[in-house]
């Protein structure tokens, strides 16, 4: 017994011994992290003092007088002018992402409905690469800055089309004041304002139809040229904003019914969008809103001026694995004052990450227009469920399988669709 | 005889559990906030912290915030995604190209490889803001509470 014991404590002797000399290794680590440290900040200085030799046609005299050891750091001299702030690209250069799409869908549908983003209607199916964005940021000094995105987007028999989707010069005053100038998504929906044309971004295959882009067949005044400010309300933890934009949307939409039949230009005068939200910090993801829109439509060939107000409403709740949108809309057109047509549509969205890979989603969308009205004749009564998965193979590529089944007004039939897409960023 | 051979293994247990503390003290060392020293910030909120990492405040007021974070593997990063971002590197990474993409924002925080990086950049920019192990902190830099503690106090979210 007493030998056991005796074993035992020199067991522990030598692994405490061990730990000790653990200990020791990781003094000696952490003293060649320090020193490791340092060299990199003196890298950081060289590079600096190197970025303002060659600036400087006498640069050696520079090194000498600008070097000053780590532990009595310079005054910090403006970004602007810190070569080394520039090196890290923080303030010039253009940042590139992008992203794409392939695509495969089939459906019991007649091919005589207009195709989208490159799809033939059809059972037989047919593969698309539907949209493919590049998307750039710059940086012009600390409170401007540039945002573009271009997307190519497959229309009929693999032709494509350019469309410059946003081009904005942004000035940032402060989080209360920030002032945008150019083409931008409207703030007609919160779809419109957060997921934009990159198909990688939203868990579906396809946006919902009432907020899908307008030459896409979507109701909404999706883009418009001008203005638009945007902000914090001060307003604590509630964290209030607001969102005014006044511009040009120039809508055209294609018949979604009859891919013979002329897109409509509803030749829109210059709307507005007021909207406000709340991003309360007492809940994290939360996002609660409304905007109203209006502007004046004067369709092509119908002759008629109609006032076009859109209200709406949305309660989004999102986490990195849990995602809840909800929109709700009321698009109202009054046709030269004698008649008023109302449009109510919504859409909500659940999906869960029950892997980290894998994440399935439902999703349920309603429309309602009048057959007889002069807008949105074609997309009439139209409702029903998407179910499907998506599988993020890493964090730049997922692919997506879906089922959507949608109800139309009778005597129209029902159309079942099925749809895969592999979207990806770069 | 008995009570010295007891004493001895006791000692023995002792001796093991010691060196593992010290290792856990290591790697779970309070992180410190740290600014610039011409921002006039003393203290900020976790609710402030994560909108600034989030890229849902993007100014002091008067100038811009800028924030830096550590490249992966830094235990800075760890106490950023597990305390105040609550997500994974992967969800980090997401959320900032959904940020940028939407608008809101020019570009995602800069991450540096280095906490010497990160003393430069936050010396450099006005409005910079950073977390580092309170160990690395050295002069240049203005180390601000969190929630109205300071590092190495009871309670200190950061670690």
């Known amino acids: 017994m007493s030998r056991t014991f005796t074993m035992f404590a020199i067991t522990c002797l030598l692994v405490a011994t061990s730990y000790g000399q653990n200990s020791s290794s990781s003094d000696q680590a952490e003293t060649i992290k320090l020193l490791q440290q340092e060299v990199e900040m003196l890298k950081t200085r060289l590079a600096a003092v190197e970025s303002r030799q060659e600036q400087s046609p006498n640069g050696a005299q520079l090194v000498s007088a600008t070097y000053t050891p780590a532990a009595a750091p310079a005054p910090a001299p403006a970004v602007q002018d810190n070569p080394a702030m520039q090196n890290f690209g923080l303030v010039k250069g253009i940042k590139f992402q992008g992203f794409g799409e392939v695509g495969w869908k089939a459906n019991d549908h007649h091919a005589g409905q207009t195709p989208t983003f490159g799809f033939s209607n059809g059972p037989n199916g047919n593969f698309s690469i539907g949209d493919f964005d590049l998307f750039l940021t710059s940086r012009i000094n600390e409170k401007t800055s540039v945002l573009a995105e271009m997307v190519f987007g497959e229309s009929d028999a693999q032709s494509f089309d350019i469309d410059m989707e946003r081009v904005l010069l942004k000035y940032d005053h402060n989080d209360y004041l920030k002032l945008s100038f150019g083409r931008f998504h409207t703030a007609t929906s919160y779809y419109n304002s957060v997921f934009h044309s990159g198909k990688w971004l939203q868990t579906p295959v396809n946006r919902p139809l009432v907020v899908e882009f307008a030459n896409d067949g979507g109701l909404l005044p999706t883009q418009a040229v001008g203005l638009s400010v945007t902000g914090k309300i001060p307003s604590g933890k509630l964290g209030l904003n607001y969102v005014f934009e006044y511009g040009t949307s120039d809508t055209i939409r294609p018949d979604i019914n009859d891919r013979e039949a002329a897109e409509t230009d509803e030749s829109n005068g210059n709307g507005i969008t007021a909207g406000i939200y709340m991003k309360p910090d007492w809940a994290q993801g939360l996002d609660i809103g409304g905007s109203f829109y209006h502007d004046r439509l004067n369709p092509t060939d119908t002759g008629f001026h109609i006032g076009q107000s859109i209200i709406s409403g949305h309660v989004v709740y999102t986490t990195p694995k849990f995602e809840f949108i909800n929109e709700a809309f009321l698009i109202q057109h009054a046709v030269d004052g004698l008649r008023t047509f109302n449009t109510p549509a919504f859409y909500s969205l659940i999906s869960y990450s029950v892997a980290p890979k894998w994440r399935p989603f439902f999703m349920y969308q309603y429309a309602n227009a009048n057959s007889t009205r002069v807008i949105f004749d074609d997309v009439a009564l139209r409702h029903g469920p998407s179910v499907g998965v998506r599988y993020d193979f890493n964090s730049y590529v997922g692919f997506k399988t879906q089922y959507e089944h949608t109800f139309r007004r009778t005597p129209l039939s029902g159309i079942n669709t099925v749809s895969t897409q592999l979207a990806f960023r770069f | ?159």
């Open chain 2, 1 to 159: 005889m008995k009570i010295i051979r007891n004493y001895f293994v006791v000692g023995a247990l002792l001796m093991l559990c010691l060196p593992l503390g010290n290792v856990e003290a290591q790697q779970g060392g309070d992180v410190a906030v740290i600014v610039n020293t011409d921002n006039p910030v003393t203290s900020i909120s976790m609710a402030d912290l994560h909108k600034i990492f989030g890229g849902d405040k993007q100014s002091w007021g008067a100038f811009p915030a800028v924030p830096f974070v550590r490249a992966a593997k830094a235990h800075e990063r760890d106490v950023l995604l597990s305390v105040i971002m609550k997500m994974t590197d992967a969800q980090f990474q997401d959320y900032w190209v959904k940020k940028v993409y939407s608008g809101t924002v020019a570009h995602e925080p800069l991450a540096l490889m280095s906490t010497g990086m990160q003393l430069e950049a936050v010396r450099s920019q006005k409005g910079g803001i950073a977390l580092m192990n309170a160990q690395d902190v050295k002069d240049g830099v203005k180390v601000i509470k969190v929630d109205g503690l300071a590092p190495g106090s009871a309670g200190y979210p950061l670690k």
